[in-house]
């Protein structure tokens, strides 16, 4: 199963940027994602694709949250497991497990990544006035992986920040 995304950010348009906005009037939409039992808000602007999980490769020598690529439709892309990034503890693949495809750009170029989640929920608009800021404890994912936190049905979701977080 392949879930098709908007890949087109109109232009002129940033990835989201909670400091770059105006705070009562801006909105993106974001993919809602289940990592454990959390839920990140990822800028739809940025998937390209979800996609069933596909047999990664090992790579000889990879960071530990980037330890392996997959193939999809001929392009090979690095695979993050972001349960590593975040000290969580490895969890198998379920029925409901997918591949968020994101585009990224990273000193200046261009660069797909795929994302395991453990659930992908819905594509939604969040508010920048819905941002609430980081607590300086409590979350067992490090700050600097964050970019903010907003509020969404009733639940507080992370707004991470893939490029800090994929480094």
Do not use: Y
Not at 56 to 83: C, E, F, K
Not at 126 to 146: H, K, Q
């Amino acid at each position: 199963m392949s879930l098709s995304v908007q890949t087109e950010r109109p232009q002129n348009s940033a990835p989201f940027d909670p400091d770059a906005a105006a705070p009562e009037a801006a909105r993106v939409q974001a993919l809602m994602v289940g990592i454990a039992d959390e839920i990140f808000a990822i800028d739809a602007g940025l998937v390209r694709e979800i996609i069933d999980p596909l047999p990664p490769t090992r790579v000889a020598g990879a960071r530990p949250h980037l330890p392996s690529v997959v193939n999809v439709r001929g392009a090979i892309i690095p695979l993050a497991d972001l349960r590593v990034r975040f000290g969580l503890p490895p969890r198998a693949a379920s029925p409901d497990t997918r591949i968020v495809v994101v585009e990224l750009t990273i000193d200046g170029d261009p660069v797909c990544v795929g994302l395991t989640a453990d659930k992908v929920h819905e594509v939604t608009e969040i508010r920048f006035s819905e941002a609430r800021p980081m607590p300086r404890v409590g979350l067992a994912i490090r700050p600097d992986f964050v970019r903010t936190l907003i509020k969404w049905n009733d639940q507080f979701v992370i707004v991470p920040d893939l490029e800090a977080i994929l480094a």
